[in-house]
């Protein structure tokens, strides 16, 4: 199909781009109720349902994370991080600083909070190996972890230059210490299985 001089013309269809102070507004007012949708780049993304495979290792690393990590953290499972870009994903394990009741009755945890991200990821993966770990290497968090459920391993993103992620390192056993708390050796299999 040739385009004529006419149809050059046209305006080109661009999406309408949510603000996080938009986008607040609306879920506060109820708008969203029962859809589940987070913010990515100022678009409204549609969030995949959570499978039990998805629930179960999530809900268990969450757990295994807090246990070994202890009142050094707080470990929020599918809760808004607000990051700069209008974009406020729902990961599904947030490693973030212990603010007390700063969460509850102020605000979400911010790019100066978070200590690491983890989605576990099945239909996501896609999503979430390429436009998260953009957006989370532009936001400059440290580290960000997939588990990739379709073959059970775990992708440990590092080294955010230009907001891009410089290392993509993939584990399927071992230990692994996060950025910030390098004493700390987690085992890989505690989170994939």
Same mark, same amino acid.
């Given at each position: 199909?040739?385009?004529?001089?006419?149809?050059?013309?046209?305006? /080109?269809?661009?999406?309408?781009?949510?603000?996080? $102070?938009? @986008?607040?507004?609306?879920?506060?007012?109820?708008?969203?109720?029962?859809?589940?949708?987070?913010?990515?780049?100022?678009?409204?993304? $549609?969030? &995949?349902?959570?499978?039990?495979?998805?629930?179960?290792? &999530?809900?268990?690393?969450?757990?295994?994370? +807090?246990?070994?990590?202890?009142?050094?953290?707080?470990? +929020?499972?599918?809760?808004? /991080?607000?990051?700069?870009?209008?974009?406020?994903?729902?990961?599904?394990?947030?490693? *973030?600083?212990? =603010?007390?009741?700063? @969460?509850?009755?102020?605000?979400?945890?911010? *790019?100066?909070?978070?200590? =690491?991200?983890?989605?576990?990821?099945?239909?996501?993966?896609?999503?979430?190996?390429? %436009?998260?770990?953009?957006? @989370?290497?532009?936001?400059?968090? %440290?580290? @960000?972890? *997939?588990?990739?459920?379709?073959?059970? $391993?775990?992708?440990?993103?590092?080294?955010?230059?230009?907001?891009?992620?410089?290392?993509?390192?993939?584990?399927?056993?071992?230990?692994? &210490?996060?950025? +910030?708390? &390098?004493?700390?050796?987690?085992?890989?299999?505690?989170?994939? =299985?």
């Amino acid at each position: 199909m040739t385009l004529t001089a006419d149809d050059r013309r046209l305006p /080109i269809v661009v999406p309408y781009r949510w603000t996080l $102070e938009r @986008y607040h507004k609306a879920v506060a007012m109820g708008i969203f109720e029962g859809q589940p949708l987070e913010l990515l780049e100022g678009a409204l993304i $549609e969030m &995949s349902p959570v499978g039990i495979l998805h629930a179960g290792l &999530s809900s268990d690393g969450a757990d295994y994370l +807090r246990e070994q990590l202890g009142n050094q953290v707080k470990v +929020r499972e599918a809760k808004p /991080i607000t990051l700069p870009g209008d974009s406020e994903p729902e990961p599904d394990i947030a490693i *973030v600083k212990p =603010w007390g009741d700063i @969460y509850k009755t102020e605000r979400h945890p911010q *790019v100066e909070d978070i200590f =690491w991200v983890i989605e576990y990821a099945n239909t996501s993966l896609a999503k979430d190996l390429q %436009l998260k770990s953009k957006i @989370y290497a532009r936001a400059n968090i %440290l580290e @960000y972890w *997939v588990i990739n459920l379709r073959i059970r $391993e775990l992708i440990v993103f590092r080294d955010s230059v230009e907001g891009e992620y410089q290392s993509q390192t993939a584990m399927t056993r071992g230990t692994i &210490s996060p950025i +910030r708390f &390098s004493t700390i050796q987690l085992d890989v299999t505690r989170l994939i =299985w």
